[in-house]
Antibody, heavy 119, light 111 residues
Framework: EVQLVESGGGLVQPGGSLRLSCAASGFSVIDKYMNWVRQAPGKGLDWVAVIYTGGSTFYSDSVNGRFSISRDNSKNTLYLQMDSLRVDDTAVYYC?????????????WGPGTLVTVSS | QSVLTQPPSVSAAPGQKVTISCSGSRSNIGSNYVSWYQHLPGTAPRLLIYDNNQRPSGIPARFSGSKSGTSATLDITGLQTGDEADYYCGTWDSSLSAGLVFGGGTKVTVL
């Protein structure tokens, strides 16, 4: 059974850093395009970052240069290093596995971890 | 502001039908496949529909999707109290770097 479980969220001051983890089971993170998606309070879903099977990474404009996505194949875990955090980064962060059939879609999600950026 | 446009809320009585619309443009819905997700706060979002109208295993036939031009629709028939949740449409956008774009979400209320 495919399972994703995020951890590492918490309260951090503006300008601070935090590293989120997403432990995967039932498949290997190296074999899939793995993503981070967030949901700010009262808002919709918003894509943050992706790491491709070959290791290429891409980011939304709002986090480019501040966030870094990576993975540890030996631990089968996805990470999101978040630096220079801002108040508007406050959100629940989900890791999601990208699948492809005729089109792209997210076929598995974790329950999320809450990041609060506040002084 | 979300790339795709959904109504904020829809409601109906148990057993009835609700329809959720999702409007986009040529660069997203108009040229790519649409997926739909059910989300209860505090839980993992769940894939309901992919490739416009395909259901993953375990998703009841009460949930169906369609697409026409730059718009897509999710229908829920035989509404149940357990269907109360937020629903999001998503698709690829050919004009952006990577990742799916989403609608702002629609809250379904069972009266």
């Amino acid at each position: 059974e495919v399972q994703l479980v995020e951890s590492g969220g918490g309260l951090v001051q503006p300008g601070g850093s935090l590293r989120l983890s997403c432990a995967a089971s039932g498949f290997s993170v190296i074999d899939k395009y793995m993503n981070w998606v967030r949901q700010a309070p009262g808002k919709g879903l918003d894509w943050v970052a992706v790491i491709y099977t070959g290791g290429s990474t891409f980011y939304s404009d709002s986090v480019n240069g501040r966030f870094s996505i990576s993975r540890d194949n030996s631990k089968n875990t996805l990470y999101l290093q978040m630096d220079s955090l801002r108040v508007d980064d406050t959100a629940v962060y989900y890791c999601a596995r990208l699948a492809y059939s005729s089109g792209y879609y997210y076929d598995s999600w974790g329950p999320g971890t809450l990041v609060t950026v506040s002084s | 502001q979300s790339v795709l446009t959904q109504p904020p809320s829809v409601s109906a009585a148990p057993g009835q039908k609700v329809t959720i619309s999702c409007s986009g443009s040529r660069s997203n819905i108009g040229s790519n496949y649409v997926s739909w997700y059910q989300h209860l706060p505090g839980t993992a979002p769940r894939l309901l529909i992919y490739d416009n109208n395909q259901r993953p295993s375990g998703i009841p036939a009460r949930f169906s999707g369609s697409k026409s031009g730059t718009s897509a629709t999710l229908d829920i028939t035989g509404l149940q109290t357990g269907d109360e949740a937020d629903y999001y449409c998503g698709t690829w956008d050919s004009s952006l770097s990577a990742g799916l774009v989403f609608g702002g979400g629609t809250k379904v209320t069972v009266l």
